[in-house]
Nanobody
């Protein structure tokens, strides 16, 4: 069993920054096979991919809408994943979820992920 706990959400202004953190708990988390991803869901919209990172190699993936503004990184010792969000836009406002899965082939597809956190809210004001 794996548990994911997100933190760091809150209110930011347009053009501002926020950093989200995802802490991974559980012995079955596989540092060689697991991928951790961030997804978001705004009210009335479908959940969408934001970014992902493979744990072993640190290979990163980004949605086109956040490329150049968001950075995903992992801390192997702390077993955490950070999502640094810069130059925030109104359309970035959503609830952000951290997820992980083993042997993920397509990191942008949410069904590839087995475990999910409860989410953290990001609000962007203009």
């Amino acid at each position: 069993q794996i548990q994911l706990v997100e933190s760091g959400g809150g209110l930011a202004q347009v053009g501002g920054s926020l950093s989200l953190n995802c802490e991974v708990f559980g012995r079955t988390f596989n540092r060689y096979r697991n991928t951790v991803g961030w997804f978001r869901q705004a009210p009335g919209k479908e959940r969408e991919f934001v970014a992902a990172i493979t744990w072993e190699r640190g290979t990163t993936y980004y949605a086109d809408s956040v490329k150049g503004r968001f950075t995903i990184s992992r801390d192997n010792a702390k077993l955490t994943v950070d999502l640094q969000m810069n130059n925030l836009k109104p359309e970035d406002a959503a609830k952000y979820f951290c997820a992980t899965g083993k042997n993920v082939i397509s990191p942008m597809i949410d069904s590839q992920y087995e475990y999910w956190g409860q989410g953290t809210q990001v609000t962007v004001s203009s």
